[in-house]
């Protein structure tokens, strides 16, 4: 029998049907037939975009692990720990724990893309909130190369670079292009960022060991061929040049000899984040040597030892422009507990203002003119006083309680040292003077001899500053904000430093939030990260213009919309691990009652997730 065709007629047609001898339907039953038919077709297609492996993003350009170094520090670390480890401050407030990148398990069974799709867009069951609303997708990018390199050692990248050049190179190339010169036709290009992000270093691992794979390189430990797998993955992620050089020698500066024998360790800091810390031993003759460091110019290098109990630290330094080799030195001292030396070498003051208060940034300039560190008298240093009205005390970065409040109520003191030269010890107060009148009297206690005193204050129309001491010297533009600079000589042990603050009910202010009218849920900005040693470092950079850091590292109060720190949630939630993380600190001491302690963590973990998950909706 021969092929019938397939007629469509209307319904009073059935005769053309039989005599075209054709398989007939009518028009209604066709139609619907082929609606159901182009349904069907629509259902296949969905199912088979649904069904294909996702190819999820890859890089444009690659990746910098430089580029993910201060990210990592200024973000992650707080749960991840500076090296990675899941060690961070906050990581004992998740109860899923941090992960460790340090683990095997870990960094070689994670593609990159899958570890930059938990970055961007986070992990909101783990408590990984999503980064995709803060950083574009080349950090987020940097950030994966960072995270894989964490494991990675110089020493460990050098070894897998001999094996992959000595054992892989011919076929795949020293880049990994697939141009060797017994390179196959069909060979993979391992340097192609959209196909190697996709993949993990265990994918590449069960592709050598496969038949018949690469059986020339069975003779291979299953460590090297990791280490020539690493190495392999630098092809895709840009590391930084790790040719440098720092060395140096303990000096000890009280006999002018060398100081042998003496643990150092060096710190890499990039801006203020401490990115990485390695320590070694340093030889009889006091000498030190640490290799394989990266000469990024915008990275800075200190060295520490302790020596008597006291820690030291050398100038932060960089490594100077086209050299591979920086040499710095380290300077310690034995120590006294005579403080014939010990003096008050400058007092700074930087005054702002508030609806409610007069601001005041104090700075202590303690210098030593001897050639030992001071240690102190019955556990103190240096005993000092704040003005009697002041309120809402704090010191730059005192998460030890190095300065104490005498039980008298008489000053403050503290035991740490004070080291050799002008700028041996700096103390940093900050409080508040309240006012509820046009005028504020200010009375400062001078601790101690003081040969100079300088005063910045925020030019406010209408306010003026009175006194027999201070005098005006000029004003002065920082931070975009004008300035009165005053100062006065020559002050004695005793003395009071007076002044008079006028004209305060003209003050004006841009519409916000005072501190005490924050939002709920809002929290105050914490107290700056940089610690006494890295304040020093900068002073030593000031000299005389010491004040110049108030203004610095202290944002002055000046009314204005709601501060991120406010109402970003990625900065609430920051701070939320880390109220979490303080909390448990204090149950575990026994210094909370648990059904409070029960109650607030319950109270913060709600606030959390509901912070992330505004974050995604983001």
């Known amino acids: 029998m021969g092929k019938r065709r397939i007629v469509i007629i209307k319904n009073d047609d059935v005769k053309q049907c039989v005599v075209r001898s054709a398989y007939c339907l009518d028009f209604n ?48 670390a707080p749960c991840h720990g500076p090296t990675g480890a899941g060690d961070g401050p906050t990581s004992q407030s998740i109860e899923s724990g941090v992960p460790s990148f340090l683990d095997p398990e870990v960094y070689r069974t994670s593609p990159p893309a899958e570890r930059f799709d938990i970055i961007k867009n986070g992990r909101i069951e783990n408590l990984m909130p999503p980064w995709g609303n803060r950083f574009d997708d080349s950090q987020i990018w940097d950030l994966t190369a960072y995270v894989w390199s964490l494991h990675t050692t110089p020493d460990s990248l050098a070894h897998g670079a001999e094996i992959y050049a000595e054992r892989c190179a011919g076929c795949h190339g020293d880049s990994g292009a697939g141009d060797g010169v017994q390179a196959a036709v069909d060979i993979n290009n391992l340097a192609d960022l959209q196909v190697v992000t996709q993949q993990s270093l265990a994918d ?42 720092l060395s140096g020698q303990i000096i000890n500066g009280t006999t002018n000899q060398p100081q042998g024998d003496l643990e150092v360790t060096l ?20 000498n030190f040597r640490f290799e394989h460091l990266s000469t990024d110019p915008e990275l800075m290098y200190v060295v520490e030892g302790r020596f008597g109990d006291v820690s030291y630290l050398s100038p932060p330094s960089p490594f100077p422009n086209d050299t591979n080799e920086q040499k710095l030195d380290l300077n310690v001292f034995d120590t006294t507990t005579n403080n014939d030396g010990v003096s008050l070498s400058r007092l700074n003051n930087l005054v702002s203002f508030t609806p409610e208060t007069v601001r005041v940034i104090e700075l202590f300039v303690v210098g030593n003119s001897g050639d030992k560190t001071y240690i102190g008298q019955d556990g103190s240093t240096f005993v000092f006083d704040l003005p009697a009205n002041a309120t809402n005390v704090s010191f730059q970065n005192d998460f030890s309680n190095r ?28 409080y508040d003077l309240p006012y509820d009148s046009d005028t504020l009297s200010v009375e400062m206690p001078i601790p101690a001899d003081v040969k100079s005193i300088s005063l910045l204050m925020e030019s406010q129309p209408d306010v003026e500053l009175v006194s027999q001491q201070l005098q005006f010297i000029e004003r002065r533009e920082l931070q975009n904000s004008e300035f009165a600079s005053y100062g006065v000589q020559n002050l004695t042990a005793g003395d009071v430093l007076s002044f008079e603050l006028t004209g305060l009910d003209n003050l004006t202010f841009e519409t ?61 939630r920051q701070r939320l691990l880390l109220l979490l993380a303080r909390l448990d600190d204090t149950y575990d ?13 319950a109270e913060y973990k709600a606030e959390l997730m509901r912070l992330m998950q505004i974050e995604i909706g983001e």
């Open 29 to 76: 039953t066709h139609y619907a037939l082929r609606t159901t038919f182009q349904s069907l077709l629509l259902f296949i297609g969905l199912w088979v975009l649904l069904t294909l492996p996702a190819h999820a993003q890859s890089p444009d350009d690659k990746p910098t692990v430089s580029g993910g170094r201060v990210l990592w520090a200024e973000n992650c």
């Open 204 to 245: 590449w691992q069960s592709g050598f060991a496969a038949p018949p794979g690469h059986a020339e390189l069975s003779d291979l430990s299953e460590e090297e061929l990791w280490l020539a797998l690493d190495h392999v993955r630098t092809f895709s992620f840009a590391m930084p040049q790790l040719n440098g050089i």
């Open 267 to 286: 710190f890499t800091f990039s801006g203020n984040a401490a990115v990485d810390q390695v320590t070694t031993q340093a030889d009889s003759e006091g």
């Open 403 to 430: 300065f104490i409040e005498a039980a008298d109520g008489d000053g403050y003191t503290t035991n740490e040292p004070i080291y050799p030269g002008e700028e041996g010890l700096v103390i940093v107060a900050v």
């Open 512 to 572: 916000a939030a005072a501190p005490g009218d924050m939002p709920a849920g809002a929290v105050a900005a914490p107290p700056s990260i940089i610690n006494q040693d890295m304040l020093r470092w900068i002073m030593l950079g000031l000299g005389g213009g010491a004040i110049l850091l108030a203004v610095l590292l202290y944002p002055r109060y000046r009314p204005r919309p709601a501060p991120a720190a406010a109402t970003d949630p990625s900065t609430r």
């Open 589 to 601: 001491a026994d210094e909370i009652d648990e059904t409070i302690y029960r109650q607030a963590r």
